[in-house]
Nanobody
Framework: QGQLVESGGGSVQVGGSLRLSCTAS????????VGWFRQAPGKEREFVAG????????DYADSVKGRFTISRDNAKNTMYLQMNSLRPEDTAAYYC??????????????????WGQGTQVTVSS
């Protein structure tokens, strides 16, 4: 079984940046799609970003497009989410995910088999 461990969350002021990392252990994920979801208190979980196993295909939620960048380093079994120009509405727990998503949308949480424990991001004005 694999395990995902996130890091890099924290508190930042509006307009600031954070870089989230997620390292997989227990098995290799280089052939699987990876992504990030988030959930704010009282709100439903939402898709943030996804990247195919090769890195050739990416997808972003409209709310983060142009501000967030997802990437991966298969040699390190690690994925990243660079978050710039952060806004108060970006405040949430962020979860990394891994799954066998080879075609179709990367936006559905049910398509991912592995989830991290979550890391909190708080953006204050």
């Amino acid at each position: 079984q694999g395990q995902l461990v996130e890091s890099g969350g924290g508190s930042v002021q509006v307009g600031g940046s954070l870089r989230l990392s997620c390292t997989a252990s227990g098995r290799a994920f280089s052939h699987l799609a990876v992504g990030w979801f988030r959930q704010a208190p009282g709100k439903e979980r939402e898709f943030v970003a996804g990247i195919s196993w090769s890195g050739e295909r990416t997808d972003y939620a409209d709310s983060v497009k142009g501000r967030f960048t997802i990437s991966r380093d298969n040699a390190k079994n690690t994925m990243y989410l660079q978050m710039n120009s952060l806004r108060p509405e970006d405040t949430a727990a962020y979860y990394c995910v891994v799954g066998s998503v080879t075609t179709g949308s990367m936006r559905y949480g049910g398509r991912y088999s592995y989830w991290g424990q979550g890391t909190q991001v708080t953006v204050s004005s």
